[in-house]
């Protein structure tokens, strides 16, 4: 299975920007990059996928690499909510379904 | 909506008894999903139900931990025998189209589960 890497942690300031990487140097072409956060004492919350291009929705941004092999998830004003883990997951075919979880990048966001 | 619900939100329990933790995924979904998180550790997979298909048991830690789906709605996860390495937060998914690497997973608050 391709593996993703994130840093173990990372710190923001409010309404700042921010930018949270993931490498994924063994993706193969059919792979879906999905990101996930889990807030203090909930379950985890999706957040974005995509394949190729990029990705905009309600909640980030997704910048994927012209060769895929990183990816990054961009918030783009965070505020004290956005303090979570988030996770970067590649997701195939015939995988399953389950989600495979990292130990995920913890953003802490100062006031 | 109503998201996906679980029940008990705690359940604190002695080594050794057997345990029940319930999920009653959102309307619809075809897919459902059980994963455990221990303390300081990560999320990790258990057991994926899909449709009528045969469960994919590939995560469960032991036999003492089963799973079954009623009428492709509400699962239950039951833990015999319990240890005290049981001990974390149980949490549950749902999703439309379980196989689809596009599909979205929607959690449940989890069941903390103490083992005293």
């Known amino acids: 299975d391709a593996k993703t890497t994130q840093p173990n942690s990372m710190e923001s300031n409010e309404e700042e920007p921010v930018h949270l990487p993931c490498n994924h140097s063994?993706?193969?072409?059919?792979?879906?990059i999905h990101w996930y956060r889990q807030l203090p004492s909930q379950g985890p919350e999706y957040v974005i996928h995509g394949l190729t291009s990029n990705v905009n929705n309600r909640m980030a941004s997704l910048a994927i690499a012209e060769d895929r092999k990183s990816s990054t998830l961009i918030l783009h004003r965070a505020t004290l909510r956005d303090a979570a883990v988030y996770y970067c997951i590649l997701r195939y075919y015939n995988q399953g379904g389950k989600l495979i979880f990292g130990q995920g990048t913890e953003l802490s966001v100062k006031p | 909506g109503a998201g996906v619900s679980q029940s008990p939100s705690n359940k604190v329990t002695e080594k050794g008894k057997d345990v029940e933790l319930r999920c009653d995924p959102i309307s619809g979904h075809t897919a459902l999903y059980w994963y455990r998180q221990s303390l300081g550790q990560g999320l990790e997979f258990l057991i994926y139900f899909q449709g009528n298909s045969a469960p994919d048991k590939s995560g469960l830690p032991s036999d003492r931990f089963s799973a079954e789906r009623t009428g492709g709605s509400v699962s239950t996860l039951t833990i015999q025998r319990t240890q005290q390495e049981d001990s974390a937060v149980y949490l549950c998914a749902s999703s439309l189209v379980g196989y689809s690497p596009t599909d979205t997973q929607y959690f449940g608050p989890g069941t903390r589960l103490t083992v005293l």
């Open positions: 063994t993706i193969s072409g059919t792979d879906y």
